[in-house]
């Protein structure tokens, strides 16, 4: 289940759903759960986890995306200063103060070439709107099977 609440914007005065998150899932959280569904044990999950953003950067520092089948793609890009130059000569390293890294889910497309699904969003979601204090306005709180049993999830 995932939650919303109704935001008014600003610029035009209208009101959109605004998705709120319900909290934080730990680490530790995702290698339990990744050794209860594969064959592999707590502590080799924990240590491929734990390496893995040291190889990703390694490879993007490099100048790669890099591909995690069934996630997406990850790469760096350049955080420029504010400040542009004239030419193209006068660009140089020296106006780069930073980097991002950027993902793009996986995507999934049709015979026309269209984009059908796309990776990590491509699930069923059941959208139920909370209130400023972050209790359900409506909907169920009904758990799925195998989900914690709790009273608010967004306390």
Do not use: C, H
């Not at 993007?60 to 030419?87: H, N, P, R």
């Amino acid at each position: 289940m995932a939650y919303y609440k109704k935001k008014q914007q600003k610029v035009n005065g209208l009101w959109y759903p605004q998705s709120v998150l319900a909290g934080q899932v730990t680490m530790d959280r995702v290698v339990e759960r990744l050794a209860q569904i594969s064959t592999v044990s707590k502590s080799d999950v924990q240590a491929v986890l734990g390496d893995l953003a040291s190889v990703m950067a390694d490879y993007m520092s490099l100048g790669f995306s890099v591909e995690i089948e069934g996630l997406g793609w990850f790469y760096y890009t350049a955080v420029t200063e504010k400040q542009g130059v004239a030419t193209a000569e006068e660009v140089s390293a020296n106006q780069i103060t930073g980097v991002r890294v950027r993902f793009l889910p996986e995507t999934t497309r049709s015979n026309g070439n269209r984009v059908t699904t796309r990776a990590l969003s491509d699930v069923d979601i059941k959208w139920t709107e909370v209130d400023a204090n972050k209790k359900p306005v409506s909907g169920s709180d009904d758990n799925e099977p195998g989900e914690e049993d709790t009273d608010n999830p967004l306390e």
